[in-house]
């Protein structure tokens, strides 16, 4: 069963969050603050997706989500928050968070990120066919499909599931410029709801980790007015 970290301080939002993961058959974590939030997850082990409130007591949910982040690469983070402003969501983005929701939302749109951020993480999931070759060669990188690691010149690199996907969808589309909303579509789903800045966030920290100078990019390449083009 897939479980999810949820943590958020308003007691009525927190269980309405849960009740309905659990409907939804969800296992559910549930915590009042970031501090209970990080102490469930050493005592209970890994969860596959976790909702992180922005404003809460003590530690705040951007500084939460860093710590997670820091020590899990694959959990799927969504921040929530009631914060709109256009800075906010991109700070939880950059830090490491996989998506964005304002408060109020939707219940079912929430549910919907949670299941599209499960399926991306798959923990110990077996293909349903036999993967030929699970080694895509770029140049000085190699993305290891069966380990789930990006390597450049020998050395791994950190991604998380997102920036892993759309790495794999560079490298099955070498040299193409990609727009935006291709990228969007093949990595969050063609039933995402959320804006597709997102996309320019995950590049922004792609290039922060595999460029040499991420001010001047060689390998992933802006195309301007359209989108990304890989250069392995």
Not at 116 to 141: H, I, K, Q, T, Y
Not at 212 to 224: A, F, G, N, Q, Y
Request: charged residues 30%.
């Amino acid at each position: 069963m897939r479980r999810v970290l949820v943590v958020e301080d308003e007691e009525s939002i927190r269980e309405l969050i849960a009740l309905n993961l659990r409907m939804a058959g969800y296992e559910v974590l549930e915590a009042g603050s970031a501090e209970k939030g990080l102490e469930l997850l050493g005592s209970e082990g890994k969860c596959d997706a976790a909702v992180l409130d922005v404003m809460l007591p003590g530690m705040n949910g951007f500084s939460l989500c860093e710590a997670i982040r820091r020590d899990d690469a694959a959990i799927g983070i969504i921040i929530l928050s009631a914060k709109s402003m256009e800075q906010d969501k991109i700070r939880g983005l950059s830090i490491g968070a996989d998506d964005y929701m304002t408060k109020p939302f939707s219940v079912s749109e929430l549910l919907a990120r949670v299941e599209a951020l499960c399926r991306r993480v798959s923990r110990g999931a077996v293909p349903e066919s036999p993967v030929p070759e699970s080694r895509m060669v770029s140049g000085r990188f190699v993305l290891d499909q069966k380990s789930r690691v990006l390597y450049k010149a020998g050395q791994p690199i950190d991604l998380t599931q997102v920036e892993f996907q759309i790495m794999e969808l560079f490298f099955q589309n070498p040299g193409t410029a990609l727009v935006r909303e291709k990228i969007l579509e093949g990595v969050w789903g063609d039933n995402y709801f959320g804006d597709v800045k997102i996309v320019d966030v995950n590049i922004r920290r792609l290039r922060m980790k595999i460029e040499d100078e991420p001010s001047k990019p060689e390998h992933i390449l802006t195309v301007w007015g359209y989108g990304y083009r890989w250069n392995g």
